[in-house]
């Protein structure tokens, strides 16, 4: 499969202490690769960096053949990437539907989008009347990829959607996530579960102290469980 997202040589910085260092990465169109390490390994600046929300000393992040790196936040979205953050960060207050409005929105979709993401996720059909903020924490996950969604991006940024869930949410989640590379999109994902990442993972990256350790087809992993005791720190 063609790259669809490379990411090369990729320093950054918070302030003066670097977080990533040399950093490559990339990502094939229509799999899913998942980012594996210990808290405060780098794995989620990275997914901020290719969203353009920490600043980037050097390297170089490509879209296909688009140059990403130099681009202001509010520009990445419009160019086929969407994040749905750690948190979730919906709009508490407004509905279901608002929120997915502001998805549309932000790259000019319109009804027939609306329909395609809703029949992704059918529990939302049922809620766009209420409120975000008093949905459950899976409902919540479901709607912030739903708002993403909403941009028909060609890559979505994962971070930790199964944190909090109960295993029925989860089961859920990683179906949404299995389902995203049939309808054209290649998935980005952070998540500490190792046992959520491996059905639906397709190549896994080990990120140590903001560094590229290894990547491998996640059938390699299951044949060496040791190497995610080596970089994650559990079996």
Do not use: W
């Not at 790259?3 to 977080?19: E, H, N, P």
């Not at 059918?122 to 709607?143: D, I, K, N, Y």
């Not at 190792?194 to 590229?212: C, H, K, Q, S, Y």
């Not at 996640?218 to 079996?235: H, N, S, T």
């Amino acid at each position: 499969m063609p790259d669809v997202l490379t990411v090369s040589r990729l320093d950054c910085f918070y302030g003066d202490v670097q977080v990533l260092f040399a950093l490559d990465l990339t990502l094939r169109r229509g799999e899913v690769h998942c980012l594996l390490g210990r808290n405060g390994a780098g794995k989620t600046t990275a997914l901020k960096a290719i969203m353009g929300l920490v600043p980037i000393a050097s390297g170089s992040i490509k879209l296909s053949d688009r140059e990403l790196t130099a681009l202001p936040a509010h520009e990445v979205p419009r160019h086929g990437v969407a994040y749905v953050p750690q948190g979730r960060r919906l709009f508490a207050e407004m509905t279901v539907a608002e929120n997915i409005e502001i998805g549309l929105m932000a790259r000019g979709k319109g009804k027939a989008t609306r329909e395609r993401v809703l029949d992704l996720f059918p529990v939302l059909r049922q809620r766009l009347g209420q409120r975000s903020g008093t949905l459950s924490g899976g409902e919540q996950q479901m709607l912030a990829m739903a708002r993403a969604l909403c941009l028909e991006p060609d890559v979505m940024l994962l971070d930790e959607p199964t944190e909090g869930l109960m295993p029925s949410m989860i089961a859920k989640v990683r179906e949404t996530i299995e389902s995203l590379g049939a309808h054209g999109v290649s998935t980005l994902l952070v998540e500490q579960r190792v046992d959520a990442v491996l059905p639906v993972a397709d190549r896994v990256t080990f990120i140590e102290m903001g560094r590229n350790r290894e990547t491998l087809d996640v059938e390699q992993l299951r044949a060496e469980p040791d190497l995610v005791k080596r970089y994650v720190g559990v079996g």
